[in-house]
């Protein structure tokens, strides 16, 4: 017996295994079994959901657009992007720099689209063959803001007689001089009052739109702003507006979706969406209906009201 029970445990019984041992290894085979079963079972569970969770739970996408530092700082955008947003499940990275710079990135492929104020440059940028898709979205004004003595007397005269006035008393004016759509603005209505601004009344801040105000106000000098940042700051400096309602003085903004075919890494999908949602009615109402101390910054492009 402690032999045969020797051989069985050696796997060599040469008369075959006896009812009892039979029994003993079939519990054993399910207790292997059972055992494989415990270690294996989270494994492949594990191996199937992270097949499965690319699919089912997907990563939210990234939207980069380059916009004016205008249309950041007047807050529009924290009211305008969240709808947009959530109903894509994308997250727009707001770049806020001058139009220039904004159209610089979109040109390197460094951005998926752009939301500017200078037509005419925006007008090149398609020409191009690097935008495509452009729509006019919203639109206010210039205004030509300064201290409340007015030593220019502007007051009530157009951008241009405004600005050859500055110029002949030589009063301080605060330039952007970042070559954003306000600085160009600004360059063409030197250019229709024939003046070359130069000297020690001329200064040029290179910053963005609430900087060179800030920096307006401390030197008391004259500045062209959009209406929607002047608003914004309007209770941060010491500066009114003097010149306004002339036709040269409309400001517009458009988007545009940067060309894929030149950049085939872009988003152009969600960009495509993204223009479609600002001129939607629901974005135009966001814009129509948004202030700032009672005030209108921005007037719809296409929404008319109900």
């Not at 054993?28 to 055992?35: D, G, N, P, T, V």
Request: glycine share 6%; charged share 25%.
């Amino acid at each position: 017996m402690r032999k045969a029970q020797s051989d069985w445990l050696r796997g060599s019984n040469p008369s075959g295994p006896s009812k009892r041992e039979l029994r003993f290894s079939s519990y054993k085979s399910r207790l292997i079994q059972a055992e494989m079963k415990n270690k294996v079972f989270p494994i492949i569970i594990s191996l199937i959901f992270s097949l499965i969770t690319p699919f089912s739970i997907s990563a939210q996408e990234r939207l980069r657009m380059a916009t004016t530092t205008s249309v950041q700082d007047s807050g529009l955008l924290d009211n305008l992007l969240p709808p947009f947003e959530q109903k894509f499940n994308v997250k727009v990275d707001v770049i806020a720099v001058g139009t220039g710079k904004a159209l610089k990135l979109a040109e390197n492929g460094d951005v998926d689209i752009v939301f500017v104020h200078d037509p005419e440059s925006e007008e090149k940028f398609v020409q191009d063959g690097f935008g495509i898709n452009r729509q006019e979205v919203m639109f206010n004004d210039f205004v030509i803001i300064g201290p409340r003595n007015n030593p220019a007397d502007i007051r009530g005269h157009d951008a241009a007689s405004a600005f050859r006035k500055i110029a002949e008393k030589k009063c301080f004016f605060v330039s952007r001089g970042d070559e954003s759509g306000t600085h160009k603005k600004e360059k063409q209505l030197w250019k229709k009052a024939n003046i070359d601004p130069q000297g020690e009344w001329y200064l040029e801040a290179g910053q963005g739109m609430g900087a060179t105000l800030l920096i307006a106000s401390e030197k008391r000098a004259y500045c062209l702003a959009d209406r929607a940042t002047y608003n914004a700051y309007i209770n941060k400096v010491e500066l009114i507006i003097l010149s306004f309602s002339d036709l040269n003085l409309i400001n517009r903004y458009s988007v545009i979706a940067v060309n894929p075919k030149r950049n085939p890494h872009l988003n152009y999908n969600h960009a495509l969406a993204l223009i479609k949602w600002l001129i939607s009615p629901q974005a135009q109402k966001i814009i129509a209906m948004f202030k700032k101390d009672g005030k209108i910054l921005f007037h719809p492009a296409v929404y008319t009201g109900d």
